[in-house]
T-cell receptor
Framework: SQQGEEDPQALSIQEGENATMNCSYK?????LQWYRQNSGRGLVHLIL?????REKHSGRLRVTLDTSKKSSSLLITASRAADTASYFC????????????FGKGTRLSVIA | GAVVSQHPSWVICKSGTSVKIECRSL??????MFWYRQFPKQSLMLMAT?????????EQGVEKDKFLINHASLTLSTLTVTSAHPEDSSFYIC???????????FGSGTRLTVV
């Protein structure tokens, strides 16, 4: 079952602007991950943040996690046309052998 | 490393026929494989979990007799869509957990179109 919502469902920005996507989840988690999916393609793992972490950076990506609100955000700075894709958050439970549960995703369009 | 090879990447089949999708772990042993389905502009929904040498576990609403899963070896899990119908047209993707700190490895997905 779906963990929760992501917002916005779709986001259109100009190249160079920042893009912020939010994700909420319902149950307790061990970690939260963000993935990118280009149209009709497989998933690309972007970043993982553990439940005891509050913020993490990777290049132009910044992820925050607020376990008290059961929410996370993904910020892409200085966006590029190549960032156009769908972005999903996925939550993992305590055991590494449990499946990831994906949010509904945000479709990001970066206009050159 | 840690590659899951998924084939075919796309397939078009006629209604009523069966289609087999394979996921192979190339450089590690996958005792567990998760199978997801994704309809256009939607998210990934877990269909089933396969474990090597045992029966698959299906999510609520997924017909086990329609979506046959076999995980006969530590490197191969297959999903067979039997008697496919147009409503089965979707993107199917497998994922193998690798434990901490490796996370999950995904196949590249299979686009199934039933005509």
């Amino acid at each position: 079952s779906q963990q929760g919502e992501e917002d916005p469902q779709a986001l259109s920005i100009q190249e160079g602007e920042n893009a912020t996507m939010n994700c909420s989840y319902k149950t307790s988690i061990n970690n939260l991950q963000w993935y990118r999916q280009n149209s009709g393609r497989g998933l690309v793992h972007l970043i993982l943040i553990r439940s005891n972490e509050r913020e993490k950076h990777s290049g132009r990506l910044r992820v925050t996690l607020d376990t008290s609100k059961k929410s996370s955000s993904l910020l892409i700075t200085a966006s590029r046309a190549a960032d156009t894709a769908s972005y999903f958050c996925a939550t993992g439970r305590n055991s590494g052998n449990t499946p990831l549960v994906f949010g509904k995703g945000t479709r990001l369009s970066v206009i050159a | 490393g840690a590659v899951v090879s998924q084939h075919p990447s796309w397939v078009i089949c006629k209604s009523g026929t069966s289609v087999k999708i394979e996921c192979r772990s190339l450089d590690f042993q996958a005792t567990t494989m998760f199978w997801y389905r994704q309809f256009p502009k939607q998210s990934l929904m877990l269909m089933a979990t396969s474990n090597e040498g045992s029966k698959a576990t299906y999510e609520q609403g997924v017909e086990k007799d329609k979506f046959l899963i076999n995980h006969a070896s530590l490197t191969l899990s297959t999903l067979t869509v039997t008697s496919a119908h147009p409503e089965d047209s979707s993107f199917y993707i497998c994922s193998a957990p690798r434990g901490q700190p490796y996370g999950y490895t995904f196949g590249s997905g299979t686009r199934l179109t039933v005509v």
